[in-house]
């Protein structure tokens, strides 16, 4: 079956489901009022996410702002702020229609003026550049009718008009010739038209947000507000939790805290709502930087590590094993990879063979490693294990520690780092969320880009040509040469799948359960 043809397919499915269905758990009437007080691990910079990936950002992003589409929990498209989206017969042309009735915040309609300032902002300004890199133009006939118009056809596009990907924007406030990466209404006086809108912003702090009265959904959110409680130690938002003073944490991934929660009966952990997602573990390596520039070297710090080891011990098994840059759960994910057991005599002799041989005190060469702030198990035990395993084989590691997420973001983005720790997402199809890491385009200063500077002139080929193949089995085939090459090249160390959890309150009603999880509108969620 065709993309396209699975498209319709899914279309027509979504005109039957029930109207803005989620895929959230329902077990009684949804209840009115009341804070629901979420924990937040990452700090984000502003509030905007459609010039910012991540979960930071994504979090508070998808309640203020809406998108055309959404998604339940088998993958099915729903309506949103479009009531219904059509095809073209060569599929280079998607036709929306809006809700004649949705508003922003602001209390100005929203038009399909709106919808065509923000894919073509998100286009020119999100570091997923390969998300709309085909959109070419949208049409607007009328103020309720959007046309998109695509250079080639999209594999990706229905799933990139998610609410984590693709926010609508007021143009008549993002659209004032400001520049729209440090727009002054990403962090303050934020407006969209979501469930939720904004109430205050104090970075590192907490963002809160108000139920939206006139949200285009009747009788909801069912929630008077929202509040995002940051703080860099989740151990402590788990306190939080077990206290009552909390009543969600989204992505959760420390065995320890998994343990630990598991034992609360007061405490419901879901890993249901991260399939969207698709989040891999990896050491990404600057290919830039010498010794590293060495295919060689890349591979001996591969053979250095037991990733088994990895998921068994520092998460416990909670984490699954990666070998490569596709999530095993995607249909485009291949075995056939290059596959790195660890082998230190393997690692020695490859760095011998790169002229990196042992100097008087059994020195090779000194590098540092750098970790994300806020995912222990994943994050610096892993660069502390890494330490202690190139030691073995006469490489010296320092670990940098960074203040807080946007301190490790501007160095990496800056592509200032040997090696980082990283939690990288699918994001849903390989084009939104894989395509960006490998191709040479995309070597930008900009976070969760190619920030490796790897470039593999097969790799831009293979990945053009599966941007625009609409046949699944064709798609399979360009990514599965794909991946041997990356496994092969090794611009990255695959370690592991990412344990993401939601631990909620018991007295948190329908949960997000969607593809989507804790990045869909929480308009259904509810306090018992």
């Given at each position: 079956?065709?993309?396209?043809?699975?498209?319709?397919?899914?279309?027509?499915?979504?005109?039957?489901?029930?109207?803005?269905?989620?895929?959230?758990?329902?077990?009684?009437?949804?209840?009115?009022?009341?804070?629901?007080?979420?924990?937040?691990y990452?700090?984000?910079?502003?509030?905007?996410?459609?010039?910012?990936?991540?979960?930071?950002?994504?979090?508070?992003s998808?309640?203020?702002?809406?998108s055309?589409?959404?998604?339940?929990?088998?993958?099915?498209?729903?309506?949103?702020?479009?009531?219904?989206?059509?095809?073209?017969?060569d599929?280079?042309?998607?036709?929306?229609?809006?809700?004649?009735?949705?508003?922003?915040?602001?209390?100005?309609?929203?038009?399909?003026?709106?919808?065509?300032?923000?894919?073509?902002?998100?286009?020119?300004?999100?570091?997923?550049?390969?998300?709309?890199?085909?959109?070419?133009a949208?049409?607007?006939?009328?103020?309720?009718?959007?046309?998109?118009?695509?250079?080639?056809?999209?594999?990706?596009?229905?799933?990139?008009?998610?609410?984590?990907?693709?926010?609508?924007?007021?143009?008549?406030?993002?659209?004032?010739?400001?520049?729209?990466?440090?727009?002054?209404?990403?962090?303050?006086?934020?407006?969209?038209?979501?469930?939720?809108?904004?109430?205050?912003?104090?970075?590192?702090?907490?963002?809160?947000?108000?139920?939206?009265?006139?949200?285009?959904?009747?009788?909801k959110?069912?929630l008077d507000?929202?509040?995002?409680?940051?703080?860099?130690?989740?151990?402590?938002?788990?306190?939080?939790?077990?206290?009552?003073?909390?009543?969600?944490?989204?992505f959760?991934?420390?065995?320890?805290?998994?343990?630990?929660?598991?034992?609360?009966?007061?405490?419901?952990?879901?890993?249901?709502?991260?399939?969207?997602?698709?989040?891999?573990?990896?050491?990404?390596?600057?290919?830039?930087?010498?010794?590293f520039?060495d295919?060689?070297?890349?591979?001996?710090?591969?053979?250095?590590?037991?990733?088994?080891?990895?998921?068994?011990?520092?998460?416990?098994?909670?984490?699954?094993?990666?070998?490569?840059?596709?999530?095993?759960?995607?249909?485009?994910?291949?075995?056939?990879?290059?596959?790195?057991?660890?082998?230190?005599?393997?690692?020695?002799q490859?760095?011998?063979?790169?002229?990196?041989?042992?100097?008087?005190?059994?020195?090779?060469?000194k590098?540092?490693?750098?970790?994300?702030p806020?995912?222990?198990?994943?994050?610096?035990?892993?660069?502390?294990?890494?330490?202690?395993?190139?030691?073995?084989?006469?490489?010296?590691?320092?670990?940098?520690?960074?203040?807080?997420?946007?301190?490790?973001?501007?160095?990496?983005?800056?592509?200032?780092?040997?090696?980082?720790?990283?939690?990288?997402?699918?994001?849903?199809?390989?084009?939104?969320?894989v395509?960006?890491?490998?191709?040479?385009s995309?070597?930008?200063?900009?976070?969760?880009?190619?920030?490796?500077?790897?470039?593999?002139?097969?790799?831009?080929?293979?990945?053009?040509?599966?941007?625009?193949?609409?046949?699944?089995?064709?798609?399979?085939?360009?990514?599965?040469?794909?991946?041997?090459?990356?496994?092969?090249?090794v611009?990255?160390i695959?370690?592991?799948?990412?344990?993401?959890?939601?631990?909620v309150?018991?007295?948190?009603?329908?949960?997000?359960?969607?593809?989507?999880?804790?990045?869909?509108?929480?308009?259904?969620?509810?306090?018992?």
């Open positions: 079956m065709s993309t396209l043809k699975l498209a319709r397919r899914m279309v027509a499915a979504a005109a039957v489901a029930a109207l803005f269905a989620t895929g959230a758990i329902a077990a009684e009437q949804p209840k009115q009022g009341g804070t629901l007080v979420i924990g937040q990452q700090a984000p910079r502003h509030l905007n996410g459609a010039v910012q990936s991540g979960l930071a950002t994504g979090l508070p998808t309640q203020l702002f809406a055309l589409l959404r998604y339940d929990d088998q993958w099915n498209p729903q309506p949103y702020l479009a009531t219904s989206w059509e095809w073209s017969a599929g280079k042309a998607l036709t929306v229609k809006l809700r004649p009735d949705a508003f922003f915040h602001d209390g100005q309609p929203i038009t399909s003026e709106d919808v065509a300032f923000s894919l073509m902002a998100i286009k020119a300004n999100h570091p997923f550049q390969t998300m709309f890199s085909a959109v070419e949208v049409d607007t006939p009328d103020p309720h009718t959007a046309v998109i118009r695509l250079s080639r056809p999209h594999p990706a596009l229905l799933i990139a008009l998610s609410p984590a990907l693709a926010p609508i924007m007021p143009k008549h406030i993002y659209g004032d010739g400001q520049d729209l990466k440090s727009h002054p209404r990403n962090s303050q006086n934020v407006v969209g038209s979501g469930p939720f809108k904004f109430k205050e912003f104090v970075p590192g702090k907490e963002v809160v947000l108000e139920r939206f009265d006139k949200y285009f959904l009747k009788g959110p069912h507000k929202l509040v995002y409680q940051i703080n860099p130690d989740s151990t402590t938002l788990l306190i939080g939790l077990e206290r009552g003073d909390i009543q969600m944490l989204p959760m991934t420390d065995p320890t805290q998994l343990r630990r929660a598991a034992k609360d009966k007061n405490i419901v952990s879901l890993e249901k709502g991260y399939e969207g997602v698709g989040a891999l573990s990896w050491l990404a390596i600057n290919t830039a930087r010498k010794p520039d295919v060689r070297v890349r591979q001996a710090i591969a053979y250095a590590l037991d990733k088994n080891f990895i998921t068994k011990v520092l998460t416990a098994g909670f984490a699954k094993p990666s070998d490569g840059p596709i999530v095993n759960s995607s249909p485009y994910a291949t075995k056939d990879l290059t596959i790195y057991k660890v082998d230190l005599k393997k690692s020695e490859l760095l011998d063979e790169a002229g990196l041989k042992r100097g008087a005190g059994g020195e090779r060469f590098m540092t490693i750098d970790y994300m806020g995912m222990e198990s994943l994050s610096k035990n892993v660069a502390e294990y890494a330490r202690a395993q190139l030691k073995k084989v006469g490489v010296t590691v320092e670990l940098r520690a960074s203040a807080d997420l946007p301190s490790w973001t501007k160095l990496i983005a800056n592509h200032d780092f040997d090696m980082t720790t990283d939690n990288v997402w699918n994001w849903g199809d390989p084009v939104i969320g395509h960006r890491t490998y191709l040479s995309n070597i930008r200063p900009i976070i969760w880009t190619n920030t490796q500077s790897y470039s593999n002139k097969r790799v831009d080929e293979l990945l053009e040509q599966a941007a625009v193949e609409m046949d699944v089995e064709k798609r399979k085939a360009l990514y599965a040469e794909f991946e041997q090459i990356v496994t092969h090249d611009p990255l695959f370690l592991a799948q990412m344990p993401f959890h939601t631990l309150s018991d007295k948190v009603g329908n949960p997000p359960a969607s593809i989507w999880g804790p990045l869909s509108p929480l308009d259904d969620v509810y306090l018992k």
